[in-house]
């Protein structure tokens, strides 16, 4: 399930990309046939990947309103084939969007999900509104998935809810989750472990929140994590086959293949926050890919558990506290803090990159930098106030020069004297 690319780099060959690009934009452009396109293309598209074996194709493309064409000119003809496409490949899912205000459908929900699910699955947020694809899609789809984008407090997406409530009635999985359903093709099961979704014979982790953890595989974008092939790039292969020339892209490209349907032009504007934005913008398709991709692959991304967070705030509390009693100098309780917290980031970072369990790094190392602070404080209070006393009491009998030595070693201080040249 996994090859190298031209650059060396190890990526996950699951899903696959038909990208709508700049070069797919400005070759329709020449064409006279400006964004958005007729249905009728993604109708050429759909038939051209089921006539070879393509294992699903997932549209990360909101249809939200009707073909242009047929709005503005009355051709229903777009619409109509794209539709025969749907129904003809059988293995078809669309995107739809879920709100939070209440607002009027675009178009009426007739498709009625067709998995039940677990209430403890489910994240505790409820949607009242929607954005759908025309009637007549839904009802030819196999499913409908969502494609809310969910990010962590400081905007960066590092996990997604598996399955979204709509008005506490119905629920609707996520878009990459919905593709992994039809891949299983059976229905869920409860499991009586928290914090668990057990679809067929896989238990699925979840975190508290009922979200699951994304496991990511790298940079998106070209020759990264998935591979891309052109939109416009497809559809002149489909032409080419049809006219007995030899197509552009090879024929087994996408056998078996969980094709997802999405964009990267920058004027389209699907770009997302994730860990890996700092390096290069992200895709969100490349979101939906990595989500199916952990799931198809058992990469499952765990959360430690709270206790063992607290257990080691304690012990590296207590390891600090007691050295700063036991140690007589200040820079071998150093040593042994910056070992402490130094062994915990290399033993966290073990254990993520090889066994995915991640755990709480910051509280640990907060307590450790806190302990440290709070008890060398109180050691270096202690000793002025010991070292006061001493000068106080040492200053009217001998030399200031004795008396710094006294302060330096009090432990010498005793009955008796000493002899020195």
């Known amino acids: 399930t996994r ?148 990010s962590d407090n400081d905007d960066v997406c590092r996990r997604l809810p598996l399955v979204f409530n709509y008005k506490n009635e119905l629920n609707f999985p996520h878009l990459g989750f919905a593709t992994y359903l039809m891949s299983k093709g059976d229905s869920i099961q409860t499991t009586k472990k928290k914090h668990r979704i057990r679809v067929a014979d896989e238990n699925i982790p979840l975190d508290n929140n009922g979200n699951f953890l994304l496991w990511w595989y790298g940079n998106g974008g070209m020759n990264q994590c998935f591979r891309y092939y052109s939109f416009y790039s497809i559809i002149q292969s489909s032409l080419q086959e049809k006219r007995g020339q030899q197509p552009e892209i090879p024929e087994e490209t996408f056998r078996g293949k969980y094709v997802i349907v999405g964009t990267n032009a920058p004027g389209l504007l699907d770009f997302r926050p994730t860990p890996f934005t700092r390096d290069e913008k992200y895709p969100g398709m490349e979101i939906y890919a990595t989500m199916l991709s952990n799931l198809l692959q058992k990469d499952f991304l765990r959360k430690g558990n709270v206790l063992v967070a607290i257990m080691l705030v304690l012990l590296f509390s207590f390891s600090v506290s007691y050295a700063m009693i036991w140690f007589s100098k200040i820079y071998k309780t150093i040593l042994l803090t910056c070992g402490i917290a130094a062994l915990w980031l290399l033993i966290s970072f073990m254990l993520f990159s090889s066994f995915k369990l991640w755990l709480d790094i910051v509280p640990p190392l907060f307590a450790l930098a806190l302990s440290f602070t709070i008890s060398s404080s109180w050691s270096y209070s202690s000793e002025g106030k010991a070292r006061r006393q001493l000068r106080k009491m040492f200053n009217r009998y001998v030399d200031a020069s004795v008396v710094k030595q006294l302060e330096s070693n009090p432990d010498d201080v005793g009955l008796g004297g000493k002899e020195t040249e």
């Not at 038939?47 to 997932?58: C, D, E, M, P, R």
């Not at 025309?134 to 494609?147: E, K």
């Open 3 to 150: 090859f190298r690319n031209v650059t060396g780099v190890q990526t996950c060959a699951l899903p696959i990309f038909a990208v709508i690009d700049d070069k797919s934009l400005q070759a329709y452009e020449r064409q006279n046939m400006p964004w958005p396109w007729p249905r009728s293309v993604y109708a050429e598209l759909v038939g051209y990947l089921n006539h070879h074996k393509a294992k699903a194709i997932v549209f990360d493309v909101l249809f939200a309103t009707k073909d242009v064409y047929s709005i503005y000119f009355g051709e229903e003809e777009n619409d109509n084939q794209f539709v025969d496409s749907i129904k003809s490949a059988e293995n078809v899912l669309l995107a739809m969007q879920l709100k939070e205000e209440n607002e009027p459908l675009n178009f009426p929900l007739e498709y009625i999900p067709q998995y039940s699910f677990p209430t403890s699955a489910i994240p505790k947020t409820t949607y009242t509104s929607a954005i759908l694809p025309p009637s007549s899609y839904q009802t030819a789809s196999h499913s409908l998935g969502v494609v809310n984008f969910i």
